[in-house]
């Protein structure tokens, strides 16, 4: 199996020791990989630093073979991200928006862009200007933006946060179609349904550690739910 990203030893601790340690993980090509903790357990400083948006105290992550910290271009060619929330020019329509983002990408033209509206059901709002939107339809326009460049990776933080019932059933379809069309998942959530739903592959994070990975199918076989064995990952690894 082919891995998209390898993270080795990562570690950012903040002055208040909240902040992630000795994170080591590797995601396969193809895998929607779910990272799921409390908030403030280290998800979004992980993020962060697998973006190449912070710098780790040590440690490295590999994107495709690629070392975030000393290849930054060539490892980030192929991601897209949305961290923390979905950002966009409010007095610029859906398309506008999507057209500045393009300017980053040679490849993308017109007609990727409308593509991408088409993929995340924004297009009939293509000429709506984003203040009107709701939260739902700013996120999924994140996802268009991050899509432009068709990445084989995409990283997202949170990406169910705030959203109304249709909106998560619909990004999370969204998700499972652009997994089946080649793309991998770095998901993290502190939504537990959610993320039994939607993902192939589980790290639970607790207290700034990574405390277990594994298939979703095979926790499932052993334990009622995955909030049971949240539950259990967290209660073995001494709840303070």
Do not use: W
Not at 13 to 36: A, C, E, K, W
Not at 120 to 125: P, Q, V
């Amino acid at each position: 199996m082919d891995k998209a990203m390898e993270i080795t030893g990562l570690t950012k601790v903040y002055p208040n020791g909240r902040g992630i340690s000795d994170l080591n993980l590797t995601v396969d090509q193809g895998d929607i990989f779910g990272f799921l903790g409390p908030n403030g357990a280290g998800k979004t400083t992980a993020m962060k630093m697998m973006a190449g948006l912070m710098k780790p105290d040590r440690g490295d992550v590999k994107i495709f073979g690629a070392s975030v910290l000393d290849d930054y271009v060539n490892a980030m060619k192929h991601v897209g991200c949305i961290i923390e929330t979905a950002e966009s020019y409010p007095y610029l329509t859906a398309n506008d928006n999507l057209r500045l983002f393009a300017r980053f990408y040679p490849h993308v033209d017109q007609r990727r862009i409308d593509e991408c509206l088409e993929i995340t059901g924004m297009l009939k709002y293509k000429n709506e200007k984003s203040r009107k939107f709701s939260l739902g339809m700013k996120q999924r326009l994140g996802v268009a933006a991050a899509i432009l460049s068709k990445p084989r990776l995409l990283i997202m933080d949170e990406p169910l946060n705030g959203l109304d019932v249709e909106g998560m059933l619909e990004m999370r379809r969204l998700i499972k179609q652009l997994a089946l069309e080649g793309t991998t998942f770095f998901i993290s959530s502190h939504l537990i349904h959610d993320v039994e739903l939607t993902c192939n592959r589980i790290g639970v994070v607790y207290g700034g550690k990574l405390v277990n990975v594994d298939y979703t199918s095979s926790i499932l076989a052993n334990y009622s739910s995955l909030e049971n064995y949240f539950v259990s990952e967290v209660d073995r690894n001494g709840r303070v």
